[in-house]
């Protein structure tokens, strides 16, 4: 392990996802001294919303570029780069809505460009551009809503297999998710969400280490 991407999208500066984002970097970094650990907080600092000016800039090859649009394709590129250079990428991902944060909703548009990402093969149809690596989403969630799993995750959870299918179009297959369920129904069911939760983290982390 090199390099670590993390992501923290929630917009509250005390959530539980970020107790879980910091959780993994602590034992990645016990079990890796040396690695080096890119952190975007996209929950406190999220991309530009995309309207037309921007579809323009990241989407097709305009021929002059407005000062907004160079300044978005930069921001794209300097995202972008940032997970192709990660060995596995951690995401702490509330769920909001039964589904992910406006802030990463936002951050995926800006990342899920064609040529840089994904493109179109056509007999085949999409292809994902980025290396293969693990993916650690880490979920937190007011009901119980499942592990994430396909089999077992609950019908209203349409968070887990969105972010499954977006990362797959764009080449990285191996999501995890790793969910922390209760944490609105009262301080039991959420300390025991978020013990199972790092009990989770400190095993994939143990997993890393051994591979």
């Known amino acids: 392990m090199k390099t670590l991407l993390v992501m923290d999208t929630s917009p509250r500066n005390d959530s539980v996802s970020r107790q879980l984002t910091s959780h993994f970097i602590e034992k990645v970094s016990a079990q890796f001294p040396d690695v080096r650990v890119l952190h975007r907080d996209i929950g406190a600092n999220p991309p530009e919303q995309i309207d037309d000016e921007l579809i323009n800039a990241l989407r097709r090859e305009p021929e002059t570029l407005t000062d907004r649009q160079i300044a978005a394709r930069t921001a794209s590129d300097a995202m972008i780069a940032e997970m192709a250079q990660a060995d596995a990428i951690v995401i702490g991902a509330p769920m909001h809505n039964f589904t992910i944060t406006a802030a990463m909703r936002t951050w995926l548009d800006h ?11 056509p007999q085949t149809g999409p292809i994902g551009l980025l290396k293969d690596k693990p993916v650690y989403v880490l979920s937190t969630r007011g009901g119980k809503y499942g592990d994430g799993s396909p089999e077992n995750a609950s019908p209203a959870d349409f968070q887990s297999g969105y972010l499954r299918h977006i990362f797959a179009f764009m080449g990285l297959k191996d999501v995890r998710i790793i969910a922390a369920n209760g944490m609105d129904m009262g301080p039991e069911p959420r300390a025991e969400g978020i013990a199972e939760a790092n009990k989770l983290i400190d095993a994939a982390v143990a997993k890393l280490a051994a591979a």
């Not at 990342?111 to 093969?121: E, H, I, N, S």
């Open 111 to 121: 990342v899920a460009r064609p040529g840089k990402t994904f493109g179109y093969d």
